[in-house]
């Protein structure tokens, strides 16, 4: 079983930059894809990037390409979320979930990006 615990959201202005942290513990070799999620109030949960844990291949969507970068660090067990230029379109909470890529079963409890105007 793996856990998961993000941290580093917050509230920010336009155009700033945070770094999203996701620290996971347990059987991660059971679990060999990261992903970051994020849901909008009143919308669907979307997906914004994932990384294997491996040999860091990653994946990022459309949306958010040429802002976010995702990463990891293996000796720490940490997956991070490097989001800059960041929009008020961009608020939400932010989830991380790790599983196959097919599906992802663990998730994290969230933590809230709010970026102003």
């Known amino acids: 079983q793996v856990q998961l615990v993000e941290s580093g959201g917050g509230l920010v202005r336009t155009g700033d930059s945070l770094r999203l942290s996701c620290a996971a513990s347990?059987?991660?070799?059971?679990?060999?894809?990261v992903g970051w999620f994020r849901q909008a109030p009143g919308k669907e949960r979307k997906f914004v990037a994932s990384?294997?844990?491996?040999?860091?291949?990653?994946y990022v969507a459309d949306f958010v390409k040429g802002r976010f970068t995702i990463s990891r660090d293996n000796a720490k067990g940490t997956v991070y979320l490097q989001m800059n230029s960041l929009k008020p379109e961009d608020t939400a909470v932010y989830y991380c979930?790790?599983?196959?890529?097919?599906?992802?079963?663990?998730w994290g409890q969230g933590t809230q990006v709010t970026v102003s105007s």
């Open positions: 979930a790790a599983g196959t890529g097919a599906s992802y079963d663990t």
């Open positions: 347990g059987r991660t070799f059971n679990s060999p894809i």
């Open positions: 990384i294997t844990w491996s040999i860091g291949a990653t």
